[in-house]
């Protein structure tokens, strides 16, 4: 895990146990072993990490980020084909890329 996650993890286990004041009369927050039971369950879900990309990758494996410049045309073409289908402009990116490899792949 990178310095920088584990500084924010740091930081925010440092305002919860320090920094944040819970209501008097909350019937929503937890406290003593319920909250610590509630926290260690929901620090193994994020430590799981996002889903891979990748179904091949091994647990554990980030996949690369790359990052492009797109004329302003093309960029709002793509957030709108990523709002009418109802999906994240990544997404849509990802599968373009995703097919254009695979037709000039098969051209070589």
Do not use: F
């Amino acid at each position: 895990m990178s310095t920088k996650k584990n500084k924010d993890y740091d930081d925010a286990a440092r305002w919860a146990e320090e920094d944040m004041i819970l209501p008097r009369n909350s019937t929503t927050a937890r406290r003593g072993e319920d909250a610590a039971a509630a926290g260690r369950a929901l620090l193994a879900r994020a430590h799981a990490g996002r889903p891979s990309l990748d179904p091949q990758a091994e647990p554990g494996t980030e996949s690369p980020k790359r990052q492009v410049r797109l004329p302003q045309v093309v960029s709002e073409q793509v957030d709108t084909i990523a709002a009418a289908q109802g999906r994240r402009a990544a997404e849509v990116m990802r599968e373009a890329i995703t097919l254009y490899v695979q037709e000039h792949q098969t051209a070589q």
